[in-house]
């Protein structure tokens, strides 16, 4: 298994404010991922974080408006940038042990962002 | 599109039997997740099931149906602590993760 950290647990920020979550694993990890969950939905990928090299943004994701870092194979940050209230979410780090997707995913405890 | 459907809610009484039913359109089919997520907490795994048939740990057992695009979750003797939403997920032929918007499950005495 492997244990998972984010910071901040939760946040409010102003509109076209900028903030950054921390994503760090007791382990070293294969891949890891962020998520984006609003209340009562599904879990929304939003990118892979690839260790020394540009994350995997899914469709109606932009680097722009979400960078990611992953510097190493036990961090990651995710910045949402330019915040709206729209942006206002849970937002999940999880990561895999092994390369491939269809092994258990385990989850970070999320950030609540709530965006004014 | 792909789309996963799992009813909003269900309510069950304290020990007894629930199962949770999950149909999944997708493009392709690699494999099939359950996820339990309490109120303000996490996703925690439950199952994984890739062939069609009968998963079974413990209190919780898996079902899948390829041909009938399905599967369900079957929870046992039920405890209040399995008040939670629990998720379906289902891996695409481009090894995607699809997720369902899970069923909140509420136990009562």
């Known amino acids: 298994s492997a244990v998972i950290s984010q910071k901040p647990s939760r946040d409010i920020c102003q509109r076209g404010t900028s903030l950054t979550i921390q994503c760090q694993v007791d382990s070293q990890v294969t891949m890891m991922f962020w998520y984006r969950q609003q209340p009562g939905q599904s879990l929304t990928l939003i990118a892979t974080a690839n260790q020394g090299s540009e994350a995997t943004y899914e469709s109606g994701f932009v680097i722009d408006k979400f960078p990611i870092s992953r510097p190493n194979l036990t961090f990651s940050t995710l910045t949402v940038s330019n915040m709206s209230p729209e942006d206002s979410s849970i937002y999940l780090c999880?990561?895999?042990?092994?390369?491939?997707?269809?092994?258990?995913?385990?989850f970070g405890p999320g950030t609540r962002l709530t965006v004014l | 599109g792909q789309n996963i459907d799992q009813p909003t809610e269900m309510t069950a009484t304290e020990g007894a039997i629930v199962q949770i039913n999950c149909t999944y359109q997708t493009s392709g089919f690699n494999g099939l997740f359950w996820y339990q997520q309490h109120a303000g907490e996490a996703p925690t795994f439950l199952s994984y099931?890739?062939l069609d048939g009968l998963e079974e740990k413990g209190r919780f057992s898996s079902f899948l149906s390829r041909s009938k695009g399905y599967s369900y979750l079957l929870l046992k003797e039920l405890q209040m602590k399995d008040s939670a939403s629990y998720l379906c997920a289902v891996i695409n032929s481009n090894y995607q993760l699809i997720w369902g918007a899970g069923t909140k499950l509420i136990i009562k005495p």
């Open positions: 999880s990561v895999t042990q092994l390369a491939e997707i269809y092994n258990e995913q385990f």
């Open positions: 099931n890739v």
